[in-house]
């Protein structure tokens, strides 16, 4: 029996299909380089100046009413040539006027300014009066510039920065009180961070090869004494010291890790950050590892949690948009042995503190105390 059924009918198929094949293989290549761009190359954490200041005086600021300026905490008001901080929210209304507290310069009315998380500005010496050493760590490709501060105890605290090219800031929150119960302290840098050696690509590894950076500067402490290390790492900087606990021979030496905002599986960072339908966004993270060399497999720390043999403590905003505080407590349930989870209702990613610096201060000191008590 012939059929009815016009050969241009099946033609016309399998044109449909070719073309639908080649959308798909040009939205997967697509999604592959927006995996580049978002990820893997490195980029300012802080670009511009969002907000102009409308009026202050009296150790007070009056700014834009966003959603950001009517947050509580502290926070850091940085503008081109100025640094201060604002604190208690004193007025809501179409304007937030909150308590200002100027460290470097002035900021004037109509000045444009932006909102800082780091909350302090420089280096050690200019946000807190600590004396410190801007030293040059022999790394693989070269000098990393770090700071280094020396203090009474043999365990060093390493600072490991989050997303940006130059976060060394990210540690000023802490580094007062932490030189306070008597630790050293080195923050540390990573290939392709400003000021530091750029890898031949360009791109940020995660881990896969800056954990060789964070062993350079644990031997540069281990030349000024250092008997044992605290791991202490923000946003990416826990997949950087995930690695480096995996593959480092000198793991054996860290005694504590303190993650703060941890993205512990950077392929669910991946997925939760695109509208790609399912199938076509995983095709395009498997085009990424072929053509970017991302081994996504060893960056799922949660999928690696048994591997793990050190005290953490885990710190997670319930607010985060970047990764969910589920990731935290997936990985945390898991190792109940050896992890501290804590919760900052009001924090999002990165700005634990600055929601609630006591309350964070206090956790810290508190699991420090509990894995290095003092002689």
């Known amino acids: 029996m012939r059929s009815?059924?016009?050969?241009?009918?099946?033609?016309?198929?399998?044109?449909?299909?070719?073309?639908?094949?080649?959308?798909?293989?040009?939205?997967?290549?697509?999604?592959?380089?927006?995996?580049?761009?978002?990820?893997?190359?490195?980029?300012?954490?802080?670009?511009?100046?969002?907000?102009?200041?409308?009026?202050?005086?009296?150790?007070?600021?009056?700014?834009?009413?966003?959603?950001?300026?009517?947050?509580?905490?502290?926070?850091?008001?940085?503008?081109?040539?100025?640094?201060?901080?604002?604190?208690?929210?004193?007025?809501?209304?179409?304007?937030?006027?909150?308590?200002?507290?100027?460290?470097?310069?002035?900021?004037?009315?109509?000045?444009?300014?932006?909102?800082?998380?780091?909350?302090?500005?420089?280096?050690?010496?200019?946000?807190?009066?600590?004396g410190y050493e801007d030293v040059r760590v022999p790394g693989e490709l070269g000098p990393q510039?770090?700071?280094?501060?020396?203090?009474?105890?043999?365990?060093?605290?390493?600072?490991?920065?989050?997303?940006?090219?130059?976060?060394?800031?990210?540690?000023?929150?802490?580094?007062?009180?932490?030189?306070?119960?008597?630790?050293?302290?080195?923050?540390?840098?990573?290939?392709?961070?400003?000021?530091?050696?750029?890898?031949?690509?360009?791109?940020r590894r995660w881990g896969l090869d800056e954990w060789r950076d964070v062993e350079a500067a644990m031997l540069t402490a281990d030349r000024k004494g250092a008997e044992d290390f605290v791991l202490y790492a923000h946003g990416l900087g826990a997949e950087v010291a995930s690695m480096f606990l995996h593959e480092s021979d000198l793991s054996g030496r860290v005694s504590a890790v303190v993650f703060d905002s941890p993205i512990l599986d950077l392929e669910q960072l991946a997925a939760d950050h695109t509208s790609l339908i399912s199938p076509l966004a995983e095709?395009?993270?498997?085009?990424?590892?072929?053509?970017?060399?991302?081994?996504?497999?060893?960056?799922d720390q949660i999928e690696r949690a048994a591997a793990?043999?050190?005290?953490?403590?885990?710190?997670h905003g319930a607010r985060d948009p970047v990764v969910p505080f589920s990731s935290s407590k997936a990985f945390a349930d898991l190792r109940p042995d050896l992890v501290r989870l804590q919760r900052f209702e009001r924090g999002e990613h990165g700005d634990l503190w600055n929601s609630s610096p006591q309350i964070y201060e206090d956790v810290v000191t508190g699991f420090l105390e509990d894995t290095h008590p003092e002689a």
């Open 145 to 203: 510039p770090a700071w280094l501060i020396e203090g009474r105890r043999d365990t060093w605290v390493v600072f490991l920065h989050g997303e940006g090219v130059d976060r060394r800031a990210e540690s000023l929150r802490m580094v007062p009180v932490l030189v306070e119960e008597g630790f050293s302290v080195i923050v540390a840098t990573y290939r392709n961070d400003l000021s530091a050696p750029a890898s031949a690509d360009g791109m």
């Open 308 to 315: 793990f043999d050190v005290p953490m403590l885990l710190m």
């Open 4 to 130: 009815n059924v016009s050969p241009w009918v099946g033609r016309a198929v399998g044109i449909v299909v070719v073309l639908l094949v080649v959308v798909a293989s040009v939205f997967v290549w697509l999604h592959a380089n927006r995996v580049r761009s978002d990820l893997l190359f490195p980029s300012p954490h802080a670009v511009g100046f969002d907000l102009e200041v409308i009026s202050i005086g009296g150790g007070r600021v009056v700014l834009p009413r966003t959603s950001q300026t009517e947050r509580d905490g502290v926070w850091g008001l940085e503008s081109d040539d100025a640094y201060a901080q604002v604190g208690e929210i004193i007025r809501i209304d179409t304007e937030v006027e909150r308590a200002l507290h100027t460290l470097i310069g002035s900021i004037e009315a109509g000045d444009a300014v932006r909102l800082d998380a780091d909350a302090f500005p420089g280096d050690p010496k200019t946000a807190h009066g600590i």
């Open 283 to 299: 095709a395009g993270r498997t085009l990424a590892a072929i053509r970017f060399g991302i081994e996504w497999q060893y960056l």
